[in-house]
């Protein structure tokens, strides 16, 4: 695919809070715009890594308007309007898409463990409350149940603003069908920076980034090497910042890459409970990662 809708580095935004907890919306701003700076060509808004859990409809949409605001139509935002509930999620998702966002990303329905045929139903009805494009998000390791290949061709060919998956299911044999599978303009794009590389290289288009917070020009750069052929450059670059991409996730993510971008010295708060400050011992690794790829001295 010669030309993505979205880009193929799109970050997954942190959410910034302040000390007592509450939204940081300038740093949200500053942020968004550094990550642009930074070689990110797209911005996905308070999902996982945003903490979406914790933040509320309401607090969703004043992020929502405040980085579209930032960004001022220089790049692709799509906010994360998903949730568990179908009625609420199609409720909201219809809020979301008047702000003027360029894209809606929702999550497989966690908790519930819905059936193939309930995922179908839950993404059309989203898809089908709002006029803009719309990214199912995969993401088993959290929501329990998987997003068979299968189910996501099926919305694919039947729903017409269904136009991305964001797949963080390593299974490659999954990421094969539905590449094989999907009808033309249809995206894969990795849910895990570790598996940019390999989801690219079976037709995948690039990735919703969390180490792009921090190394976005490497990532940047080795996406280009790919698309350009060059393998074995793209291939160093993603052995170089492996460790990296495994250090973010030494804990339930976004803690690692709050503490990086803390370390890089572009603090955002810490997360909202449950999720907690790494320990010492985590920052200290992270620390090591960190000068050993070079992001730090």
Known sequence: MSQPRFGRLLTAMVTPFSADGSLDLPRAQELALRLLDEGSEGLIVCGTTGESPTVFYDQKLDLFRAVIEAVDGKAPVIANAGDNCTGDSVEFAAKVAALGVDGIMAVVPYYNKPPQEGMYRHFRAIAEAVDVPVIVYNIPGRCVVNMEPATILR??????????????????????????????????????DEM???????????????????VGRRMAEMIAAQIAGDHTRALKLHLELLPLFKALFM??????????????????????????????????ELLRVMRGVGVLQ
Request: hydrophobic share 45%; charged share 15%.
């Open 155 to 192: 919305l694919a060919g039947d729903v017409a603003n269904v136009v991305a998956v964001k797949q963080a299911n390593p299974d490659l044999s999954q990421t094969a069908a539905i590449v094989e599978g999907a009808p033309d303009g249809f995206e894969l794009l990795s849910g895990d």
């Open 196 to 214: 940019t590389l390999p989801m690219m290289a079976m037709g995948g288009t690039g990735v919703i980034s969390v180490a792009s917070h921090v």
């Open 251 to 284: 804990t339930a993510n976004p803690i690692m890459v709050k503490d990086a971008l803390r370390l890089v010295g572009f603090p955002v708060g810490t997360t909202r409970l449950p999720l907690v400050p790494p320990t010492e011992e985590q920052s200290a």
